[in-house]
């Protein structure tokens, strides 16, 4: 998983730390080409596919040994829905082969046609969690103005429990641990499923690299028990940690950056 983490950093062409205001936009460009050789991978390899299929493979058996156990409340899933459930790997080459990364418009236009497609696994995962009584939570960071789009791409494959009071968007903060709070007042989470580690608990959020993977050391059992992870070549918080959050940087700035992180010889 480590080369997939990394993998944008293999296309490095940019300047150094000192220099990077001195270099031109179109001479860093090693971000958006990672990106789309990343994408390639989610497109076409075997690989990522098997990826999928082993993690929900194992939500299944987790599913069914902690179906059994008794509970004082109705048992849920939580699951988060982009690059989780769905594929949103043609909007990524969409704006990559057009130089650009992610904005914000620009995704609510794609949200809004409803078209993802379903990573490898999911949907038979989530209809046979339905099958066993078991809700299904979808709490994802898409805005409240992107609900229409969610129910249509969602029930276009008939995902289980495709209504607003299961489909929990964003409203006042992108953490996902009040709406995680809010679903385990009158239910039992079996399982939580995403691809970004902030997809588990408050505990992963705004930290830097080094603190994110000492809390994943710290949280070491609950993934594959508790915490299924699916994989995301492209971007998230592992991404953006390495800009210290710093969103409005520039492909230039954010190549620079992973330049000087990166461990070689």
Known sequence: MKKLVFVSALFIVSCSPSSKLKVS???????????IFASAYQQYAAEYRALCYQAYNLATEK???????????????????????????????HQLLQGKDYTSSSWKEWTARGEADTLPGALKFFQYAASKGVEVFYVSNRGEDEMEGTLKNLKKYN??????????????????????????KDHSILLLLGDNLNDFGSMFEKQLPDQRNKTADAFSKEFGNRFIVLPNPVYGDWEFSLYHYKYSLS???????????????
Do not use: C
């Open 25 to 35: 936009e179109k001479q860093n460009r090693s971000v958006i080409e990672g990106k």
């Open 159 to 184: 995902f289980p429990f495709t209504d607003r009071e299961h489909i929990l968007l964003v409203t006042n903060s992108s953490s996902k641990e009040p709406r995680k709070e809010s679903i385990e």
């Open 63 to 93: 599913l069914d040994q902690s179906s059994a156990e008794k509970t004082n409340k109705p048992k849920a899933i939580m699951t988060d829905i982009d690059e989780t459930i769905l594929n949103n790997s043609p909007y990524e080459v």
């Open 251 to 265: 492909p230039a700035q954010k190549d620079s950056v992973i330049r000087s992180v990166l461990k070689g010889y």
